[in-house]
């Protein structure tokens, strides 16, 4: 929840290439005051079954840019082992299993808004926006 004087955020992920969101992904959140400021890491969570992040840490005053990043490879490694149990002649495909291992969004805040961050992700690319 944001405040006259911090920001807030949330996220959440959809699989676009099942039509589905995406549940499992580790999700780390760091928040920075300034573009020569270090990243402070404020922790974490993990997407639910709706793809949803409803506990990111709060954001602390003063912050100015923050970074969301995306563990996906576990997601589509769990995904890819789940579809070889239905097709297993497509076991050793030779293709690599994932081309995005993480993605890492960053972006700029400002104190009193609240700034949704959505991941559309797929097998070999992803799509941001700043949601409502």
């Not at 997601?75 to 690599?96: I, L, V």
Request: proline share 6%.
């Amino acid at each position: 929840m944001s405040t006259d004087t911090t920001a807030s955020v949330s996220t959440h992920i959809l699989d676009t290439s099942a039509g589905r969101p995406a549940g499992g992904v580790r999700v780390r959140l760091a928040a920075r005051g300034g573009g020569t400021a270090h990243w402070q890491e404020l922790g974490g969570s993990a997407t639910d079954a709706d793809g949803r992040c409803k506990d990111l840490p709060a954001l602390p005053q003063g912050t100015t840019h923050v970074r969301l990043d995306f563990a996906v490879e576990a997601y589509f490694e769990k995904k890819q082992a789940e579809a070889q149990q239905d097709a297993p002649a497509n076991r050793d495909s030779g293709a690599a299993q994932v081309f995005f291992p993480e993605v890492a969004i960053t972006f700029a805040v400002t104190p009193g808004e609240h700034y949704h961050v959505p991941l559309l992700l797929n097998p070999f690319g992803y799509s941001v926006y700043r949601g409502s």
